[in-house]
Nanobody
Framework: QVQLIESGGGLVQAGGSLRLSCAAS????????MGWFRQVPGKEREFVAA????????YYADSVKGRFTISRDNAKNTVYLQMNSLKPEDTAVYYC???????????????WGQGTQVTVSS
């Protein structure tokens, strides 16, 4: 069983930056593909970014490409989401997710964190 805990959310002005972290425990982190998703009330959870277990492959939603960067540190069992040039429409609860030996851009992950709120003011 993998546990995921997100941190780093908060309130930021448009154009600012935040770095989200997701700390994993309970599994062999380096064997898991990791994803970041976000959700606003009343809408479906939306894919943001994903990274393979070796970090060789990354995927991004078109809406964040060029602004967000996903990375991982397998020695620290942590995946990151660096968010730059934030926009009000990036406001959401951000979730990290893990799936063994697979990286996908859909929500078909096995483990999910509890989420961290990101609010971007205009």
């Amino acid at each position: 069983q993998v546990q995921l805990i997100e941190s780093g959310g908060g309130l930021v002005q448009a154009g600012g930056s935040l770095r989200l972290s997701c700390a994993a425990s309970g599994g062999t982190f380096s064997s898991y593909g990791m994803g970041w998703f976000r959700q606003v009330p009343g809408k479906e959870r939306e894919f943001v970014a994903a990274i393979s277990w070796s970090a060789a492959i990354t995927y991004y939603a078109d809406s964040v490409k060029g602004r967000f960067t996903i990375s991982r540190d397998n020695a620290k069992n942590t995946v990151y989401l660096q968010m730059n040039s934030l926009k009000p429409e990036d406001t959401a609860v951000y979730y990290c997710a893990a799936r063994y030996k697979v990286v996908v851009t859909t929500s078909r992950y096995d483990y999910w964190g509890q989420g961290t709120q990101v609010t971007v003011s205009s």
